[in-house]
């Protein structure tokens, strides 16, 4: 019975000193300007009746911007930009540029609630290429893709956003990550 104490004493004692030794990683993205432009961003994307100057018209009815795809080449998203396309539509409504002003339509329009944000830095990142067919109905087909190298990062990282429109409340769904090597983030890898 006493080597059970001992043995149990001597787990605990090799427990305790390991949590005093293990130190989480610093997170880098708290406090970030990453961080502030997500929250801009989740601010803009669950304004009430956001489709009525953020969404395209199809008929008689308004859907969310989509980004475009290659018809064609069914194995691959393939991006094909257009000046009404969602990423387009949404650097018209973050940047005061004269070039991303010149391809709003219908009511959107730059921002000034963006003035102060960084978003205006982000530009068209890397396309996601899942090796899934269209017809899966993967959430991030059709998806806008920014990105953002801050010179001034500590690690010298890229955010990226994805923002995928939907067919449901929210029209627009909110992904993001911080890469340090890789052109994609870990869960758009299929």
């Not at 000193?17 to 502030?36: E, H, K, M, T, V």
């Not at 067919?133 to 959430?139: G, H």
């Amino acid at each position: 019975m006493l080597a059970g104490i001992m043995a149990i004493f001597e787990m605990s004692v090799a427990f305790n000193n390991q949590q005093i030794i293990s130190r989480p990683r610093n997170d880098f993205y708290l406090g970030s300007a990453a961080q502030a432009v997500d929250r801009d961003l989740m601010a803009f994307l669950s304004t009430p009746d956001l489709l009525l100057t953020f969404g395209e018209q199809v008929g008689s009815q308004t859907v969310p911007f989509r980004n475009f795809y290659d018809a064609n080449n069914l194995d691959f998203y393939v991006y094909e930009p257009r000046d009404d396309d969602l990423c387009s539509q949404l650097r018209c409504r973050v940047s005061p540029d004269a070039a991303d002003q010149a391809k709003c339509t219908g009511a959107n329009a730059y921002d000034n609630a963006f003035a102060a944000s960084q978003l205006s830095l982000y530009l068209p990142g890397v396309q996601t290429k899942l090796r899934r067919r269209l017809d899966d109905a993967s959430p991030l087909l059709g998806s806008c893709v920014l990105s953002f190298k801050d010179p001034a990062s500590v690690d010298a990282s890229t955010h990226r956003i994805l923002i995928a429109p939907s067919d449901t409340l929210p029209y627009y769904r909110l992904y993001s990550c911080y890469l340090s090597d890789d052109a994609v983030c870990d869960f758009e890898q299929g």
